[in-house]
């Protein structure tokens, strides 16, 4: 983003200004606008599926990671032993 809003800047001719002041703008911008997207997803989500999403990242026992982390990654072992899930 702050490669980006310089670019911008030497586009239209404007004063830029001292890096600090435009890395600290381009955080600020940054921050706000995940708070935007974050409570747009989350006003879409009924109580039982976020239920559903929060039970995929406990990990369940004896095992190492998440169902979800499980699903997420990909399959290394391309044999019929490494299709199980």
């Known amino acids: 983003m702050f490669d980006r809003a310089v670019v911008w800047l030497i ?10 002041t435009l890395a600290r703008l381009a955080a600020e911008v940054r921050v706000g606008e995940i708070a935007l997207i974050n409570s747009v997803i989350d006003s879409e989500v009924s109580p039982d599926l ?3 999403l929060i039970g995929l990242l406990k990990v369940p026992e004896g095992e190492r990671v ?9 399959v290394r ?9």
């Open 11 to 20: 586009r239209h001719r404007a004063l830029l200004p001292g890096i600090t």
């Open 50 to 52: 976020r239920r559903t």
């Open 66 to 74: 998440s169902t979800l982390e499980r699903w997420r990654t990909p």
């Open 77 to 85: 072992d391309v044999s019929g032993r490494g299709q199980r899930t």
